[in-house]
């Protein structure tokens, strides 16, 4: 019999995304709405109509994505938190079947 086995961290955690935006975009960004950047950057359904929230932003400085998660082309990723409630599994995996082997809870640092 072989196995593939499965490394898992559980419960809680966060998603981080590392993108880069042109830098024609930022230099815009930041010498016109310096301020309204993040505010800009995670408003997801970003209003471009005439009434819209961000309609005076010109076409060729808006972001191309719709959500902040999307702009991931360096890394994107789901994390555990090292927190009490949290834990790290080993799991034995055939076809179908998985066979707990180790689990254990990851400590709070102090």
């Not at 961290?9 to 993108?19: D, F, L, P, Y």
């Not at 409630?85 to 179908?96: D, L, M, P, R, T």
Request: hydrophobic fraction near 25%.
């Amino acid at each position: 019999m072989s196995y593939t086995y499965k490394i898992s961290a559980q419960n809680i955690g966060g998603e981080r995304v590392i993108g880069t935006i042109p830098s024609e975009v930022a230099v815009y960004w930041l010498e016109n709405h310096y301020n309204d950047f993040e505010e800009y950057y995670f408003s997801e359904g970003r209003d471009y109509d005439s009434d819209g929230r961000w309609n005076h932003i010109p076409e060729e400085y808006r972001l191309k994505f719709d959500h902040w998660y999307e702009n991931n082309d360096i890394f994107h990723g789901d994390d555990c938190e090292f927190s009490d409630s949290q834990w790290i599994e080993v799991c034995a995996v055939q076809g179908n079947e998985q066979k707990y082997i180790w689990r254990k809870n990851i400590p709070r640092r102090s």
